[in-house]
C-alpha cells in the first residue's frame, strides 16, 4: 500500500517521498482514509508510530480540496486548529505540517506560552490556515481577541491523555466553546483511560476508533534491562554504563527538575557532556539543548517526563530511567522514545531499594517480569532500607484514571514494602539475574 492509493494529492505524496516514507505505518494506513472521509476519529497511538502524518496529510489535503469561508471581515480564517500539550510538540506538529505542505498554498503557525505574544500576533494578522497551539496561550489571545477561532472546520487533540494529566481539561473546555460545534474532530491519546473516554463522549460524534500496537507490546524492538543498584550509586553506575558502551543520544529520566538539574552537572563532570530539559528552562535553552541533542553534538540530556513529552527524536538509542516514573503510564511513554519508526532501541532502568513498587506497578502494566541484573562492583547494599520517595511527582497530587498504576507522590514507596525486606527472591533467567528489591538490598 502506498500514500498515492489512501488518496492523497499529488503533491502531498511528493513531499512525503521526499522525505523519504514510502509505506505508510500501520496508525496511517488506518487514520488517513477516516480522516478524509470527513468523519471524528479516536486514535490509540503513541508518539513514534508515525500518528503525526496520520492526521497532518489528511487534513492538508481535505484544506485544499474544499473552499475556505471567510470570518465576518472578510478574511481568510484559521481552518484547522491542532492542540497539543507542550511547545516542544507544538513545533515539532507544525514542521510536520509545514515540510508535508510545503507544495500546497496553505500557511501555518505555531503558538506556545513562554515566549513574547506579540511576534504571535502580528503573525496572527496574516492568513493563518492551520494553528498548532498549546491551550493555555491560545485562551491568552482569545482573551485578548487576537485570534478568531469562529470559522475551524477541523480540531486535532494531539496526545489528549497527556493533556489531562497536565490538567489542561478546563482549558480544553474553553476552547470548545470557542470553536463551531459542526466541525471535524480528531482526538489523538497513547492511553485510553476512563477519563479519555469521558472526553471523547463528550466532544466526538459517532467517531472510528483505530488502535494501533503500543510501545509496550513491539518490546521486540525495545531491549528492557534493569539494574538493581543503590540509590547513592545510581551515577556512578549511569556513567559507567554510558563509558563502557560509548552510548551516545542517550535521553535520561528523572523524576523532578532538580534531579535533572543535578544529574546533568554530575555527568558533565565525569565528561559526559550533558544538558537538562525541563518546565523551568526558557524556550531557547530548551530549543538549544534539543538541536544539540538530535545533530549529536550533545551525549546525554536529562529531562523529567513532562518535557521530554513530544519530543521527536527518531532512531534515538538510548532511554535511561535513572529514577522509575511514579505512574507506570510514563515508562511506557518514556522508553517509546527508542526504537521508533522499526529501529531497535535499548531502555535501561536504574532501580534502587526505594522503587520497587514502582517497577511492580510497571510489570503489571506492561505485562512484563523484568528482573533486575546486579552488575559485579554495583551490587546494592543490603543494610539500605527503603526510604519513601518525597516530592516525586511533577504534577503534585492531581488525580489521575487507571491508579493502581501510581506509585503514590510522597508516599513510602517502598518502605514497609514486601520485597524491600531480608526475604529472598527467586532468581530469574540466569545465575547474575535477580529480581529488584530481593535480599541485595
Ligand atoms: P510520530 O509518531 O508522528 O512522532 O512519528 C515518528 C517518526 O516516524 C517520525 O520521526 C516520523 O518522521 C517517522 N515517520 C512517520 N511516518 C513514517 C513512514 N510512513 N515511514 C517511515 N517513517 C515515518
Known amino acids: 500500500m502506498s500514500f498515492a492509493s489512501l488518496g492523497l494529492s499529488d503533491e502531498l505524496v511528493r513531499a512525503v517521498t521526499e522525505r523519504g516514507y514510502t509505506v505508510p505505518t500501520p496508525i496511517q494506513l488506518q487514520a488517513i482514509p477516516a480522516v478524509l472521509s470527513g468523519g471524528d476519529l479516536l486514535a490509540g497511538a503513541q508518539t513514534g508510530t508515525g500518528k503525526t502524518a496520520g492526521f497532518v496529510l489528511p487534513i492538508l489535503h481535505r484544506l485544499i480540496n474544499t473552499p475556505a469561508k471567510q470570518t465576518a471581515e472578510g478574511r481568510m480564517p484559521i481552518r484547522a486548529l491542532i492542540l497539543t500539550p507542550t511547545r516542544e510538540l507544538a513545533a515539532q506538529v507544525e514542521e510536520s505540517v509545514r515540510d508535508y505542505g510545503k507544495y500546497v498554498k496553505l500557511n501555518s503557525m505555531m503558538m506556545f506560552g513562554g515566549v513574547n505574544i506579540n511576534p504571535q500576533i502580528q503573525k496572527l494578522r496574516g492568513r493563518v490556515d492551520i494553528l498548532v497551539a498549546t491551550p493555555g496561550r491560545l485562551l491568552d489571545h482569545a482573551q485578548q481577541k487576537t485570534v478568531d477561532l469562529s470559522k475551524v472546520e477541523i480540531l486535532v487533540l494531539d496526545e489528549a491523555d497527556r493533556m489531562l494529566d497536565m490538567g489542561f481539561i478546563r482549558d480544553i473546555k474553553r476552547v470548545m466553546a470557542l470553536i463551531p460545534k459542526q466541525r471535524q474532530t480528531l482526538l489523538f491519546s497513547a492511553t485510553f483511560s476512563d477519563e479519555i473516554k469521558t472526553l471523547a463522549d463528550s466532544l466526538l460524534n459517532k467517531p472510528t476508533t483505530i488502535e494501533v500496537a503500543r510501545r509496550n507490546q513491539t518490546a521486540e524492538l525495545i531491549t528492557q534491562k534493569v539494574y538493581a543498584v543503590d540509590r547513592e550509586r545510581k551515577r556512578e553506575l549511569l556513567t559507567h554504563l554510558i563509558k563502557e558502551h560509548n552510548w551516545f543520544q542517550v535521553l535520561v529520566f528523572t523524576r523532578t527538575k532538580h534531579a535533572a538539574n543535578r544529574l546533568a552537572e554530575q555527568l558533565d563532570k565525569d565528561g559526559i557532556k550533558s544538558m537538562a530539559i525541563h518546565g523551568n528552562k526558557s524556550q531557547a535553552a530548551r530549543t538549544r539543548a534539543l538541536k544539540e541533542f538530535k545533530d549529536g553534538s550533545l551525549q546525554v540530556l536529562v529531562a523529567t517526563d513532562i518535557a521530554a513529552r513530544g519530543i521527536d527524536i527518531s532512531e534515538l538509542p538510548h532511554v535511561v530511567n535513572f529514577e522509575l516514573p511514579n505512574v507506570a503510564e510514563d515508562y511506557v511513554h518514556r522508553i517509546g522514545r527508542t526504537g521508533r519508526a522499526g529501529s531497535e532501541g535499548e531502555a535501561t532502568s536504574l532501580v534502587c531499594v526505594d522503587e520497587d513498587k514502582l517497577l511492580s506497578a510497571i510489570e503489571r502494566l506492561t505485562k512484563t517480569q523484568m528482573p533486575a541484573v546486579i552488575l559485579p562492583g554495583f551490587e546494592p547494599d543490603p ?59
Open 383 to 441: 543494610r539500605i532500607k527503603a526510604e519513601p520517595i518525597l516530592n516525586g511527582s511533577q504534577r503534585g497530587n492531581q488525580p489521575r484514571s487507571g491508579g493502581q498504576a501510581r506509585g503514590g507522590a510522597g508516599k513510602p514507596a517502598g518502605a514497609g514494602g514486601a520485597r524491600a525486606g531480608t526475604k529472598p527472591a527467586a532468581p530469574r533467567g540466569g545465575p547474575a539475574v535477580h529480581r529488584s528489591g530481593g535480599r541485595n538490598r
